[in-house]
T-cell receptor, first 115, second 112 residues
Framework: DTAVSQTPKYLVTQMGNDKSIKCEQN?????MYWYKQDSKKFLKIMFS???????INETVPNRFSPKSPDKAHLNLHINSLELGDSAVYFC??????????????FGSGTQLSVL | KQEVTQIPAALSVPEGENLVLNCSFT??????LQWFRQDPGKGLTSLLL?????REQTSGRLNASLDKSSGRSTLYIAASQPGDSATYLC???????????FGEGTQLTVNP
């Protein structure tokens, strides 16, 4: 009954490969996100989708392409992986709480290591 | 551009102590502020969400305060326990639907 689940948990791959990370939420939320956490532990947003529509697209390389087949899924595909892509990638979804704004719920993260 | 800073970067306390974690942000025009807990190998867990018009929120042993005009928030943890050991992050949202800006986090260790 995991709320936001992402797979795989660990991903080790060679430079130049193409890989995907999948994310699914069963909370019924309309908005989903991808965040990147670098070695300094800074969390930075990459993309945000609302009802399958892209609403936030930060300055990330074109090699990163999100895909939302439906509002419960937001997958992240990365082409031509580079060493600098090594990080932990978090998927999240958000719920609008009346009077408070949006509250985020995060997945457990995918640790990507590019060799 | 909003910047979020958390001090200290790391904190080690004996079990039972009350402690305060600090979060400051450069642009006081925020929509809400959220405190998270991050455990190694796990995702972020939302602890408290404070709307911009509120001064504080409480959940169990946790109390978060917000002083929007001075650009500060504190997370107070009462009677700390070893299970509280984790990294605590604060994040601010500037407008409804906008991105969250995270601080670097405070790594807390509570020693038995």
């Amino acid at each position: 009954d995991t709320a936001v689940s992402q797979t795989p948990k660990y991903l080790v791959t060679q430079m130049g490969n193409d890989k995907s990370i999948k994310c699914e939420q069963n909370l019924g939320h309309d908005t989903m996100y991808w965040y990147k956490q670098d070695s300094k532990k800074f969390l930075k947003i990459m993309f945000s989708y609302n009802n399958k529509e892209l609403i936030i697209n930060e300055t990330v390389p074109n090699r990163f392409s999100p895909k939302s087949p439906d509002k419960a899924h937001l997958n992240l595909h990365i082409n031509s992986l580079e060493l600098g892509d090594s990080a932990v990638y978090f998927c999240a979804s958000s719920q609008l709480i009346s009077g408070f704004g949006e509250k985020l719920f995060f997945g457990s993260g995918t640790q990507l290591s590019v060799l | 551009k909003q910047e979020v800073t958390q001090i200290p970067a790391a904190l080690s306390v004996p079990e039972g102590e009350n402690l305060v974690l600090n979060c400051s942000f450069t642009d006081s025009a925020i929509y809400n502020l959220q405190w998270f807990r991050q455990d190694p190998g796990k995702g972020l867990t939302s602890l408290l969400l404070i709307q911009s018009s509120q001064r504080e929120q409480t959940s169990g042993r946790l109390n978060a305060s917000l002083d929007k005009s001075s650009g500060r928030s504190t997370l107070y943890i009462a009677a700390s326990q070893p299970g509280d050991s984790a990294t605590y992050l604060c994040a601010v949202r500037e407008t409804s639907g906008s991105r969250l800006t995270f601080g670097e986090g405070t790594q807390l260790t509570v020693n038995p």
